[in-house]
């Protein structure tokens, strides 16, 4: 299974760390968000992974160059990274085998292998995207700023999701696992102007093809804004989840 990370934004809100670094280089005591991401991929056997790069051509590729020579990477270059991120999705298809399986991590999501693993573990069966959500809603930082869902507990199905959402009860966490199928379900948005992974995923709400995999009390952070990377390396369930965390980048 491949990993597509999205690391083609611009990354305006976090203005002090991106003024001359991608978000996915912002560092956590002592960490680069990327590096954290690709050793969940390690832990998981995930070996290969595809970088989609954007705003920023060169810097993801030049930090990781000589590293984690364990892991197979390959960068895509998407020149349409002002648009929605679902363009950066559609940039990965041509990595992707045909009805093969594969995930989707935001770049400046911080997360550990327990998530992955039960996002990668997880059944597409009838489902053509699973999403990660955090059900422990009063636990979020940031909450206004969540992509909110709503999903039935029992049958772990999306019904709901948005932003703007009033009634929800779980927050998406940035970390997808899909079928081959989602990108023609981006495609065609694409061609009707809109194509962002959200309206994408509210298109196989429609056809009840969205499921949600619940990451209990796993620990995740959006680092999206100035308050959230402060919060970051200010907390120390984050310090004493990194100190546990063997990283092998060889």
């Known amino acids: ?15 002090s760390e991106t003024k001359n670094n991608p978000k996915a280089l912002t560092v956590i ?8 991401i690709l050793n969940n991929c390690v832990i998981n056997k995930i070996n290969e992974i595809v970088i989609i790069t954007g705003y920023d051509k060169t810097s993801i590729r030049n930090y990781l160059d000589g590293k ?28 992707i085998g045909n009805n093969d399986e594969f995930m989707i991590s935001m770049s400046d999501h911080l997360y550990f292998a327990d998530i992955m693993k039960e996002v990668k573990e997880s059944s597409l069966s009838n489902r053509v995207v699973n999403v990660g959500l955090d059900f422990n809603i009063n636990d979020i930082f940031d909450i206004d700023d969540g992509m909110k869902v709503f999903a039935q507990t029992d049958t772990m199905m999306v019904q709901s999701m948005s932003k703007k959402l009033k009634s929800y009860n779980a927050i998406d966490v940035g970390l997808f696992k899909c079928s081959y199928q989602f990108f023609s ?6 061609k009707n102007g809109s194509c962002s992974l959200s309206a994408g995923c509210n298109e196989l709400i429609d056809q009840e093809l969205l499921g949600g995999v619940d990451i209990r009390d796993s620990f995740w952070l959006d680092i999206d804004t100035p308050d959230a990377l402060h919060f970051s390396r ?12 063997d990283f092998n980048q060889t």
């Open 29 to 36: 005591n002592g960490h680069t968000i990327i590096d954290i």
């Open 234 to 245: 200010n907390n120390s369930r984050i310090s004493n989840l990194l100190k546990n965390q």
């Open 185 to 190: 379900f981006l495609e065609n948005l694409n």
């Open 1 to 15: 299974m491949k990993l597509v990370i999205i690391a083609a934004g611009k990354g305006s809100r976090l203005k």
């Open 68 to 95: 984690w020579n364990n892991l197979k990477i390959d960068y895509i270059y998407n020149d349409e990274w002002h648009l929605e991120n679902g363009i950066s999705v559609l940039k990965a298809k041509s990595a």
